[in-house]
């Protein structure tokens, strides 16, 4: 079995069985099953998270992430290796992350000489609780010395099996929103005895983002865009009672904690001034999330040449404005990550999501070059 076959194997039995946040316990099996025929010590971490370590007697250790964890999304694609779970996909490309890295144990088992030891992290719920924090928490990265770590994502908008990554910022800090505006309910007929929330909240959407505009910086640098986006909003009982409550949901994104501090100020002084206004209670709420993907510029560097003249690689010349639980891992030790094309323009989280699994050779290349270097 070839390289090809085998990671089309990987991704096909692991796209049948898509399982969520960190529950995972048949997609944990499978990658079990692959790794007990190797040499290599396992690890399990978390509730379903796997660890292979490929000890070649060295003073360091080469990690490499991939996440397992799927989303609450039904499939419409008709094929033989379509979701067996009713309502749950692979929509976000991490069957073929895990592919890629099942592909590259078997290959590091086959290599008794390197230069580093190996680390292979299958890591759940990135999708939803930040598996990766839980990861590092364990300290398995300081028991085996892991000195660098790596990581990729399929990525729609590059040509099929090109790799891309930058220096510096990658993706920026991601947090949730929510907005609770408490009225008071009255009927249509009378409205001077009600509290409109749908009014207020939807004064609340306009004024944040009026707010937003004016504190825009003049000719941003693309690292200091920042977003605050409302996109769900709901409100009211009856097409002729007033209001009493509206909640908004959204997200922020930033790359620098300077930029971040901004946004919520703005959440809150939005909020402050509202309530004050048209005497309601309003509380605007954020989650921490996930802090931005940072490649190691020195580290970045020195691969630089190497993937120039080993791949099909380009350089980003702006960040992506996605976010990815992967960021934790560059808190702990030097870390790039990489985007691998698949070409087909289909976003992740789309319920067609679908690739041509001859892109995933080109993972698997970028996997071995990196682990020379």
């Known amino acids: 079995m070839n390289d090809l076959q085998r990671l089309t194997l990987h ?32 690890i399990e971490v978390l509730e379903s998270g796997v660890c292979a370590y490929f000890d070649r007697g060295k003073e360091t250790t080469i990690a490499y992430r991939a996440d397992m964890d799927a ?18 996909m692979h929509a976000c490309g991490h069957d073929a992350h895990s592919a890629v890295l099942l592909g590259f144990a078997q290959y590091v088992d086959t290599q ?12 759940p719920a990135e999708e939803t609780t930040g598996g990766a924090k839980d990861i590092c928490e364990t300290g398995i990265f300081q028991k085996y010395n892991v000195s660098r770590v790596f990581g990729l994502h399929l990525w729609p908008f590059i040509d099929a099996g090109k790799i891309a990554s930058k220096s510096g910022p990658m993706m920026p800090r991601s947090s949730e929103i929510t907005i609770e505006v408490f009225g008071r309910s009255s009927h249509a007929t ?25 504190g825009m910086r003049p000719n ?8 605050i986006q409302i996109c769900k909003m709901e409100s009211g009982t009856a097409r002729n009672v007033i209001s009493g409550y509206s909640t908004l949901l959204g997200t922020m994104r ?25 005497g309601c209670r309003i509380t605007a709420e954020h989650s921490e ?11 970045y560097q020195s691969l630089l040449p190497a993937l120039r003249q080993g791949l099909d690689y380009e350089e980003m010349p702006i960040p992506a404005m996605i976010s990815e639980d992967y960021s934790f891992y560059g808190l702990e030790v030097p870390s790039v990550f990489f985007f691998l094309g698949t070409g087909t323009g289909i976003a992740l989280h789309s319920n067609n999501f679908d690739f041509d699994e001859k892109i995933l050779v080109q993972g698997l290349e970028m996997y071995k070059l990196l682990l020379r270097q």
Do not use: M, W
Not at 220 to 227: A, D, L
Not at 261 to 277: M, Y
């Open 254 to 278: 930033a790359f620098s904690d300077e930029d971040f501090a901004g946004l919520v100020q703005l959440l809150e002084d939005t909020a402050q001034r509202l309530s004050v206004e048209y």
């Open 112 to 123: 008794k000489e390197l230069p580093h030891n190996v680390l292979c992290v299958f890591q």
């Open 289 to 299: 999330g996930y802090p931005p993907v940072v490649n190691d510029p020195a580290l």
């Open 11 to 42: 991704r096909r039995e692991l796209h049948k069985i898509p399982e969520l946040s960190k529950t995972l316990p048949k997609t944990k099996a499978y990658i079990k099953s692959v790794l007990d025929a190797l040499d290599c010590q396992i």
């Open 220 to 227: 941003p640098t693309p690292e200091e865009r920042t977003i």
């Open 71 to 88: 989303l609450p999304v039904t499939e419409v694609n008709v094929c033989d290796y379509a979701s067996t779970h009713q309502g749950r």
């Open 190 to 214: 009378a409205p001077e005895k009600g509290i409109d929330a749908l009014f207020i909240a939807s004064q609340y959407i306009q004024q944040l983002y009026d707010a937003h505009r004016a």
